[in-house]
């Protein structure tokens, strides 16, 4: 349960600005961005977390970095919802004739 509720509140908070936003960051940043490293996929979830504590209005005016983070954020978000489809389909423990019995 802790590992589901962790998931929808990094899936929520990391997806602020959903792909039409992101799209438009990407458009201005692609010649920039490159696959992070695990020590730089850290450091951009250190920076989330630090941005999440103090919230306040979202910043349209961002700087490259900040618009870099936000893509590296949404990428962390992507792969965390494939995570939770990979977690939710799980083999069912009732076997067809239990099912079946219950049906009826």
Known sequence: QIL???LKQLQ???D????????ELFLKQQSTLYEPTIEEWQLIMKEHEQRIKSPGALNLNMDDAQMRQRIYEFLMST??????IIFTFQKSH????T??????
């Open 16 to 23: 602020e600005l959903d792909i039409e936003g992101i799209y």
């Open 4 to 6: 589901f509720k962790r």
């Open 12 to 14: 929520k908070t990391l």
């Open 79 to 84: 792969t965390l919802k494939d995570c939770s």
């Open 94 to 97: 009732f076997n067809d004739e």
């Open 99 to 104: 099912r079946v019995s219950r049906d009826i």
